[in-house]
């Protein structure tokens, strides 16, 4: 059963060797909301997503951006490379993450990008908006299943990379992530969270204080049950002892 789990806390404090999961948009833009957080604290992370969507550098058309949806782009620590064409996966090749190896504690983490949405923001003459929650939805379900399938790959096996060429294990840490798509994709964290459900990976929803509301929850319901029992059983009556 796939656990989602939400907490107080901050994704960036995430154990390092973590996976960070966030949804994206398809046209290159970490502009606002977390996604402006990670492209402020990755920048070459945010390179490497940039060329991934604009592959010549600006924009050439929309069915490249499309055949993005319902993928994920998977950027390892600064220290890892790999081939995209060696296993087929979309996993993203780092050895330039010069400026995020100067900041090792910033470089150790795998960075997860969800294409969930075409574009961002209201539509205009240039670009198409937000897509429809519907959709997100749809294309989220698809990322989750293009992650699991590369994080099942990469734990497998090794990949190449460090200095000299060196073989390096590849192993990503446990999966943490924000409340995926509730921010500028507006979509309700509640369907989003239905549909992680549903999917294979157990992830560690992190949420800060200011935005928290409610109880931490574990969506383990066979502990949740366990919990239920066990007041019950609390709860009951203490017999009298006969008297002899």
């Not at 620590?77 to 996966?89: E, F, I, M, N, Q």
């Not at 790959?153 to 060196?166: N, P, V």
């Not at 549909?195 to 066979?222: A, F, N, Q, S």
């Amino acid at each position: 059963m796939t656990v989602i789990t939400e907490s107080r806390g901050d994704i960036f404090s995430a154990p390092l060797g973590s996976v960070l999961i966030h949804s994206c948009n398809c046209l290159g833009q970490w502009g606002s909301g977390i996604a402006l957080e990670f492209k402020k604290r990755f920048p070459s992370a945010y390179q490497t997503y940039q060329k991934h969507c604009l592959p010549s550098g600006t924009f050439t058309s929309t069915s490249h951006q499309l055949s993005l949806l319902g993928t994920t782009l998977l950027i390892p620590p600064a220290h890892l490379t790999a081939s995209p064409s060696a296993s087929g996966s979309t996993l993203a090749s780092v050895a330039d993450h010069n400026n995020d190896q100067q900041r090792p504690a910033q470089s150790s983490y795998w960075i997860a990008c969800l294409f969930t949405s075409l574009s961002y923001g209201k539509k205009t003459t240039k670009k198409e908006g937000v897509s429809p929650p519907d959709v997100v939805l749809r294309n989220t379900a698809l990322a989750m299943r293009d992650l699991e399938r590369q994080l099942i790959q990469l734990r497998a096996g090794q990949i190449e990379g460090g200095r000299g060429g060196r073989i390096l294990k590849a192993e990503p840490g446990d999966c943490y992530s924000v409340r995926i798509n509730s921010g500028g994709f507006g979509v309700k964290w509640e369907n989003t969270k239905r549909v992680l459900k549903g999917e294979g990976i157990d992830i560690t929803v992190l949420v800060r204080e200011e935005d928290w509301e409610g109880e931490d929850v574990d969506d383990d319901v066979e502990k949740q049950a366990q919990g239920s029992d066990e007041k019950k059983e609390q709860k009951k009556p203490r017999k009298k002892k006969a008297v002899e």
